[in-house]
C-alpha cells in the first residue's frame, strides 16, 4: 500500500492489487475550533473526515485508523463510495460502525441485488486465497441526492452523477483541494468498461460531463491507476472517447488506446464487444 498526500486535507491510498485508490479528505477547522479560512466570524463545524472508496487487501484496510492518526485527521465520520462494485465498498472492513454514503442510484443497485458485492468479494478472495477477518458488511447507507453536494466540517464536497461503466454512481469534486475524485472513468491503466448494467452511450456522455470538471481539477484520481494531472486527465479521456466511438463503429475491431494493448485489457475489450453487441 502506498499513501501519498495531494494536499494537506486530502491523501490518496493506493492499494498493492488493482491499483485501486482510496481518498481521504478532511475538511475541517484547526485545533482551536476556528476554520483555517474564517476571517474571525467565530466557530466553525469541528474538524471532519471522509474516506472514499477503499483499499482491497486486509492489511491495508486494517491500517487506515492508523494512517489517518498519523495524518492527525480525526477518525471518520462517513464513508462514501462512487459506485457500487465491490472494490469500492469495502470501507466498513476499516469502519465498521461508520455510514457508508453512496449515490441514489448506487443505494438502489445495492438494495436491488443484495449480497452482489459480497459475492464479488468471495469470488476475488477465493482466487487469491486471501482469508479476511469477517464478511462485508454495508451496514447503514446513506443515500444521497446527486448532482448536489455533502457537507465536510466547513467545507462541501460536490456531487456529479456519472454512469456508463455501471447504471449507477458518481464523481466527487473536492473544490478548496481542487482533487477530482471519478471512480471507474479516467484510468491510465485500464480501458473502458461496459459493466452488466452498463452503456456506451452514456458512457460518452459521462466522459464530456467530466471534462469540464477535469478543467477545474489539479489532481485526478481515477479508480484505478496513476493519479493525473489536468492535461494528462485529458489525454486519457480523448483516448477512451475515440476507442468508445471504435467500439460503437467497428466492434470488435476497434483500435485500443496505445498503452493498454496487454492480453488483460484484450480480454476487457472482448468483453465491451460482447456488453456492447448484446445491447443493441
Not at 492518526?69 to 472492513?93: K, M, V
Not at 476507442?243 to 485500443?256: F, H, T, V, W
Request: net charge negative; charged share 20%.
Amino acid at each position: 500500500m502506498r499513501a501519498v498526500s495531494l494536499h494537506p486535507d486530502v491523501i490518496v491510498v493506493t492499494s498493492a492489487v488493482l491499483q485501486a485508490n482510496c481518498v481521504i479528505v478532511r475538511g475541517g477547522v484547526d485545533g482551536d475550533g476556528v476554520s483555517a479560512q474564517s476571517t474571525g466570524a467565530g466557530p466553525q463545524p469541528p474538524a471532519e473526515t471522509f474516506v472514499i472508496d477503499s483499499p482491497v487487501l486486509p492489511d491495508e484496510l486494517d491500517a487506515l485508523p492508523a494512517l489517518l492518526e498519523q495524518a492527525q485527521f480525526p477518525a471518520p465520520s462517513g464513508l462514501l463510495a462512487t459506485h457500487g462494485d465491490w472494490d469500492h465498498l469495502l470501507g466498513p472492513l476499516a469502519f465498521a460502525e461508520v455510514a457508508l454514503g453512496c449515490a441514489e442510484t448506487t443505494a438502489e443497485r445495492l438494495r436491488r441485488s443484495p449480497g452482489e458485492a459480497q459475492r464479488a468479494l468471495r469470488a476475488f478472495d477465493e482466487e487469491l486465497m486471501i482469508s479476511r477477518a469477517r464478511p462485508l458488511g454495508l451496514g447503514s447507507l446513506q443515500a444521497l441526492p446527486v448532482p448536489g453536494r455533502c457537507e465536510l466540517g466547513d467545507h462541501e464536497l460536490e456531487l456529479q452523477a456519472t454512469n456508463g461503466h455501471t447504471a449507477d454512481g458518481m464523481a466527487i469534486f473536492i473544490p478548496w483541494a481542487r482533487v477530482l475524485v471519478t471512480g471507474d472513468y479516467l484510468s491510465a491503466v485500464e480501458l473502458p468498461s461496459l459493466a452488466a448494467a452498463g452503456a456506451l452511450d452514456a458512457y460518452l456522455v459521462t466522459l464530456e460531463h467530466l471534462r469540464r470538471l477535469v478543467a477545474g481539477a489539479e489532481h485526478i484520481v481515477p479508480g484505478h491507476g496513476p493519479v493525473l494531472d489536468s492535461e494528462r486527465a485529458i489525454l486519457v479521456l480523448d483516448e477512451d472517447f475515440t476507442y468508445l466511438s471504435s467500439l460503437r463503429a467497428r466492434g470488435e475491431d476497434a483500435e485500443l488506446p496505445a498503452g493498454r494493448r496487454s492480453k488483460a485489457q484484450h480480454a476487457l475489450h472482448a468483453a465491451n464487444v460482447e456488453a456492447h453487441l448484446g445491447r443493441e
